[in-house]
Structure formats: structure tokens, C-alpha cells
């Protein structure tokens, strides 16, 4: 399973789109206008495209994006999405690693959307994940929504939102259909009654 285009279009909702390296903390005008230099002092974190992290304790792009800061040149559209295809599967791998049961493809791009804010080692993510292997989904719903609502200690409006968007995505196209598995039990049956069908009549 991967992130869904609709799932694509519910994170670029929230994180915006910004063709120059912009503090994503800032307004949307100041964000349109992006960063001076990576050097620049920032209310959150030097960020570009959709959502793509520049620099952080745990990243350092500066130099790859060095082009484009304000005075630079601006990331086209499809360099944009490029770049978000390319860091994607980072965020899906606890999913893929740590999901055992089948879920919905609503459920899957809620949890990937937590993951890409939150970050995949995020305790909210970690909880929604095992809610979901025990089939306990609005529970794990419920773990989503209390995934994190804070940046640099203050309480954002956007992430309540969003926490509050993706626990409502999630449950938006209701439990995985156990369908699957019961064609595969009828199957079985149907072939088990074909063969003892069969020595009867020899």
C-alpha cells in the first residue's frame, strides 16, 4: 500500500506548498517569500517544498537548497512534488514494517500524514500502529488525535486541526472489509465439498 492521491492532497492542504526555503513557524506572506539564508533567524524550522525539511537537529540540507532562498531560484511545481515523492517512503516504512492486519487506504494516508508531521518515531504514530494490530480502530483513531499539537512549546491551532482531521480520515471509510477472507474460507469449503463430492461418487 502507498500514499493515495487523495492522501497526497491531505497533507499538501495542511503543510502548504512554498517554492523557496521559508521558516515554516512565519506567516503565509513571509513563508511566500522565503528565507534570506539557512542562516536567517527562524521561529521554527527552515523548511521548502511541501513540507521538506532543510535544516534541523537531525538534517542539514543547506547547500542542496542554496539556490533557493529568497534572491534564488524557485522550485517548479513538479520539482516540488519530486522532492516529497523522494522523502515519502521514509514516513510509510513503520507501516510497512510494523502493521500486521489489513487497513483502509484512508487509514493508511491518516497514519502516513501523522507520520511525515510528527515523524515516524513518533509516540502517537507507534500507538495508532499497535491499536490497529489489535483491530481497536477507534482507538487507535483516538491516538492520532492526541498526537502532538505543539511547536517549540506552544500550542498550534493548525496541528489541533490536523490531529483532529487525520483521526476523522482515518475512520472515514469504516473498518477494513473482512470480505477477502471470507471468499478465501468459502473457496476452501466450496473445493473440500468438490473433493469429498467426488470419492462419494467413485
Given at each position: ?50 513540507g ?8 542539514n540540507?543547506?547547500d ?42 484512508a ?10 508531521n ?18 481497536k ?9 492526541n498526537?502532538?499539537?505543539?511547536s ?12 483532529n ?17 471470507i ?15 467426488t470419492?462419494v461418487k467413485?
Amino acid at each position: 500500500m502507498k500514499l493515495s492521491k487523495k492522501g497526497f492532497e491531505f497533507i499538501e492542504s495542511f503543510e502548504g506548498s512554498f517554492p523557496k526555503v521559508y521558516d515554516d513557524l512565519a506567516s503565509t506572506s513571509t513563508k511566500r517569500m522565503g528565507m534570506i539564508s539557512c542562516d536567517s533567524p527562524v521561529v521554527g524550522t527552515p523548511t521548502i517544498g511541501i513540507g521538506h525539511v532543510v535544516k534541523a537537529s537531525w538534517r542539514n540540507e543547506c547547500d542542496r537548497f542554496a539556490n533557493n532562498f529568497r534572491d534564488g531560484v524557485p522550485l517548479t511545481k513538479k520539482q516540488m512534488y519530486d522532492l516529497f515523492q523522494e522523502t515519502i517512503p521514509t514516513y510509510e516504512r513503520p507501516l510497512r514494517e510494523k502493521l500486521k492486519v489489513p487497513v483502509t487506504q484512508a487509514m493508511w494516508d491518516a497514519m502516513v500524514s501523522l507520520s511525515f508531521n510528527a515523524g515516524p518515531n513518533s509516540s502517537a504514530l507507534k500507538n495508532a500502529i499497535e491499536f490497529s494490530n489489535q483491530k481497536k480502530w477507534k482507538e487507535a483513531s483516538q491516538a492520532i488525535a492526541n498526537g502532538p499539537i505543539k511547536s517549540k512549546g506552544k500550542v498550534l491551532q493548525g496541528l489541533v486541526r490536523r490531529r483532529n482531521a487525520e483521526a476523522e480520515l482515518f475512520l472515514s471509510q469504516g473498518a477494513p472489509s473482512p470480505l477477502p477472507h471470507i471468499i478465501l474460507v468459502s473457496s476452501v469449503a466450496l473445493l473440500l465439498g468438490s473433493i469429498i463430492y467426488t470419492q462419494v461418487k467413485k
